[in-house]
């Protein structure tokens, strides 16, 4: 069975300064995608940055960098020069193609990260 | 603006009806999943469809059925409705099956009463 991590369930940070988010997972299969997104107060759900599992290089989206050790299995989210409309939920998410093993292949979240900047 | 449509954003209704909701994928998209987020059990993957076929099941409810049509949009219908089905629906688009970034749709918020 899978499952996410995210062990800090609010944060605030000083705007400008950089932010990680922590994402920790536990999954037998080889194969599996991680990704976040972002919850603004307004609801939707907004793709951030994604990582393969074979992928040898962190992923990088502009502010956005993911700390990948898959030996200790975290994907950790690193926003840098944080800016007050980064304040929102988090969440770490993953996907396994679900051949290997009869899991869905929809993808598992944690319970997310309500992040605050403060001015 | 994720190129997801969901429709309606809102919908309240009351205990025992049954409601559809619409979802519509990003142009090109042939796989939809709903989700359902809620204050007690976060969010969840129910069911996924690729070019109108059953592709996935997680933790979808006997009481809640979907289907994708021809032109690809998808419909998740839930009936004899109970105040614990108030959630946030999402729907997702991605290219393919692998392991494609899914995009989110605005998502439906139900209310039941």
């Known amino acids: 069975a899978q499952k996410i991590t995210q062990t800090q369930p609010g944060m605030f940070v000083q705007e400008k300064e950089a932010v990680t988010l922590d994402c920790t997972y536990d999954t037998s299969d080889p194969s599996y995608g991680l990704f976040w997104y972002k919850q603004p107060s307004s609801g939707e759900m907004i793709f951030l940055i994604y990582q393969g599992s074979y992928d040898q290089q962190n992923a990088t989206e502009g502010r956005y960098s993911l700390n990948f050790q898959k030996a200790r299995k975290s994907a950790n989210l690193v926003i840098s020069a944080s800016q007050l409309g980064d304040s929102a939920m988090y969440f770490c998410?993953?996907?396994?193609?679900?051949?290997?093993?009869?899991?869905?292949?929809?993808?598992?979240f944690g319970k997310g990260t309500h992040l605050i900047i403060q001015p | 603006d994720s190129g997801v449509t969901q429709t309606p954003k809102h919908l309240i209704t009351a205990t025992g009806q049954r409601v559809t909701l619409r979802c519509s994928p990003r142009?090109?998209?042939?796989?939809v999943y709903w989700y359902q987020q809620s204050l007690d059990q976060g969010l969840q993957f129910l069911i996924h469809?690729?070019?109108?076929?059953?592709?996935a099941k997680g933790n979808i409810l006997e009481r809640f059925s979907a289907q994708q049509f021809p032109d690809l949009h998808s419909e998740l219908n839930l009936s004899s409705l109970e105040l614990g089905d108030s959630a946030l629906y999402f729907c997702?688009?991605?290219?393919?099956?692998?392991?494609?970034?899914?995009?989110f749709g605005p998502g439906t918020r139900l209310t039941v009463l």
């Open positions: 997702a688009s991605s290219l393919d099956t692998s392991t494609d970034t899914q995009y």
């Open positions: 142009s090109g998209d042939l796989s």
């Open positions: 469809y690729y070019n109108g076929e059953e592709r």
């Open positions: 998410a993953m996907r396994d193609p679900g051949y290997s093993g009869g899991g869905a292949d929809g993808l598992t």
